[in-house]
């Protein structure tokens, strides 16, 4: 027996909304279904999230792309949170996360959830944290009854899914630290958990009580996000010891959630060098056994502050191409500041910039025929054409605004070489008369 029949909720989700799902993947009813059932798919919807619109994760679906944003100790605009939401739908992403750590996070989540139609992920530990940061005292303080309370909070408040930092072992962390990486440990719920683990000399508490966590994600149809804690934050990182004993993990903990019922996808690397991208996407999908694979980035180089979107979207392309799932944006902020909303709308754009060149590569026949279109388009200068498959057709057009009633591009003008070998509108050339005699 498969997910779907241990899971009600998530059966009934997909009896209704199958037939739809399976045409906007141009997958038929039996594929997805199968995908589903078998956990190479996750179907993102929590039924408390009343205007959620339901969101299939896992190839051969369509690469999909998700949206960071929230507030910060230091940036906190809950109305810049709100703007960036709904650029961030506006652009395309197909999932948002809100990873707030400042502010009334409760109220915060509520109003996110209530106005986002893309599903909602979180990262639960962030709430339980801050709780004891805003009160002066140490983010791992928190008692393990606390944590899965605020993990059975929030689903019942509608999160669809929560990045659970399971795999975080007490060896793992300890592999991590200690002058054994060049940067240690970079991910905020990882190093919140290894902090927990160090001062108690204890194992980590959601791998220790995975079954409980288990009970209450089965509840709510809540995917769970299997963190990765450990992911490399320095190239020079990428593929140790650290990072591959959680994997192993989360892939023992993916076939017990399974055999739950409960849905999983797995959180893949942070930085990685171009040529052990492949080696790194196919490693991942084999020890966690094909489980959707939701990625950050991952970024090629470490030296490209302010240039980031693109460094995760070259290694974006190339980890979906091998069978990531699931683009998790970076911006040109990364590293370096909380982002704006001009910072989501690059971000998103240059996560599907990856996810079209890879299912482009991939053969997918819908990304093959929109390349196709626009260069059609472009061979009869039609700029309102090429703007209809653009990724960003407001950038097309505003690039284009002073020089709108051309019909060439103002970088080569008369010079254009489609009219130069096409004749597109030229005028016929009079024929030269004869000497006379």
């Known amino acids: 027996m498969g997910i779907l029949g241990k899971n009600t909720t998530l059966s009934q989700l997909l009896a209704t909304h199958a037939a739809a799902l399976a045409t906007a993947e141009r997958l038929d009813v039996a ?6 059932d078998a956990g190479r798919m996750a179907l993102l919807a929590n039924p408390a999230h009343l205007s959620v619109i339901p969101t299939v994760v896992g190839q051969p679906a369509t690469i999909k792309v998700n949206a960071n944003i929230g507030t910060s100790v230091l940036i906190n605009d809950v109305k810049m949170e709100m703007q960036k939401l709904r650029l961030a739908q506006k652009a395309g992403a197909h999932t948002v ?6 502010g009334d996070l409760h109220a915060i ?9 893309l599903p909602v992920g979180t990262v639960p530990l962030y709430g339980l944290a801050q709780k004891y940061v805003a009160r002066g005292q140490d983010p791992s303080d928190f008692s393990v009854e606390e944590f899965l309370e605020e993990i059975a ?9 929560m990045t659970l930092h399971c795999g975080v072992t007490a060896r793992g962390a300890a592999m991590a630290q200690g002058g054994r990486r060049v940067l240690g440990i970079v991910s905020r719920g990882g190093s919140i958990l290894a902090r927990w683990m160090k ?3 204890a194992e980590n508490p959601l791998l220790e009580r995975f079954d409980d966590v288990l009970d209450i994600c089965l509840r709510h149809n ?3 996000s299997l963190g990765d804690g450990l992911r490399p934050g320095a190239g020079a990182d990428a593929g140790d010891g650290a990072q591959w004993e959680e994997v192993v993990t989360l892939g023992e903990l993916t076939l017990r959630a399974w055999e739950r019922g409960v849905q999983i996808m797995i959180e893949g690397p942070g930085h990685v060098p171009l040529h052990l991208v492949q080696s790194q996407i196919e490693g991942i999908k084999r020890l966690t056994h094909y489980a959707p694979l939701y990625v950050l980035g991952p970024l090629t180089t470490d030296c490209a502050p302010g240039y980031d979107h693109i460094a995760g979207a070259i290694g974006g392309a190339l980890a979906a191409t091998y069978g990531a799932d699931f683009l998790c944006y970076l911006t040109p902020a990364e590293h370096l500041t909380l982002p704006g909303p001009e910072d989501v709308w690059a971000g998103v754009k240059a996560s599907l910039v990856a996810a079209q060149s890879a299912e482009t590569a ?3 026949p819908h990304a093959v025929a929109r390349d196709r279109a626009i260069s059609e388009a472009r061979a009869k200068l039609d700029w309102d054409a090429m703007a209809q498959v653009a990724i960003d057709p407001d950038l097309l057009r505003k690039r284009r605004e002073h020089h709108r009633d051309e019909r060439e591009c103002a970088m080569c003008g008369t010079f254009c070489a489609i009219r130069m070998v096409t004749g597109i509108d030229d005028a016929p050339v009079p024929a030269r008369g004869g000497k006379k005699g």
């Not at 996360?97 to 400042?102: E, H, R, V």
């Not at 989540?109 to 139609?117: H, L, V």
């Not at 909070?153 to 899914?161: I, P």
Request: glycine letters at 10%; a neutral charge; hydrophobic letters at 40%.
């Open 153 to 161: 909070r929030q689903a019942e408040e509608g999160v669809d899914f």
């Open 109 to 117: 989540r509520k109003e996110i959830i209530a106005a986002s139609e």
């Open 222 to 224: 809540v995917t769970i």
């Open 31 to 36: 594929a997805l279904t199968g995908g589903i």
């Open 97 to 102: 996360m809100d990873l707030s750590t400042a």
């Open 362 to 364: 991939l053969g997918r």
């Open 199 to 201: 001062r108690r000399n």
